[in-house]
Nanobody
Framework: QVQLVESGGGLVQAGGSLRLSCAAS????????MGWFRQAPGKEREIVAV????????YYVNSVKGRFTISRDNAKNTVYLQMNSLKPEDTAVYYC????????????????????WGQGTQVTVSS
């Protein structure tokens, strides 16, 4: 099965930056996407960013556009989330995910579309 291991979370002051990493191992989908969800206490998990592995095309939730960048390293089979200009509202547990990508150019943004999840890494942004 696929294993996803996140790292890079921590405590940062508002306006600061963090870079999350997610290393994937094991079986992969033939055409897959990797991305990041986040969940704050008592709130629903929400999509943050997704990248189609082969094409490198990306999707971002509106609240992080212009601040976050998702990227991949094919050689390392690793996906990154560069988070700049962090806000207290970004505080959450961030989860790396992977799943089958649609045949077309669309992105799946629902949590149920991603069968594999990492353990999560805490991001805390102080005011």
């Amino acid at each position: 099965q696929v294993q996803l291991v996140e790292s890079g979370g921590g405590l940062v002051q508002a306006g600061g930056s963090l870079r999350l990493s997610c290393a994937a191992s094991g079986r992969t989908f033939s055409n897959y996407a990797m991305g990041w969800f986040r969940q704050a206490p008592g709130k629903e998990r929400e999509i943050v960013a997704v990248i189609r592995w082969s094409l490198g095309t990306t999707y971002y939730v509106n609240s992080v556009k212009g601040r976050f960048t998702i990227s991949r390293d094919n050689a390392k089979n690793t996906v990154y989330l560069q988070m700049n200009s962090l806000k207290p509202e970004d505080t959450a547990v961030y989860y790396c995910v992977t799943g089958q990508a649609p045949l077309g150019q669309a992105f799946r943004t629902n949590a149920g579309a991603y069968p594999y999840w990492g353990q999560g890494t805490q991001v805390t942004v102080s005011s």
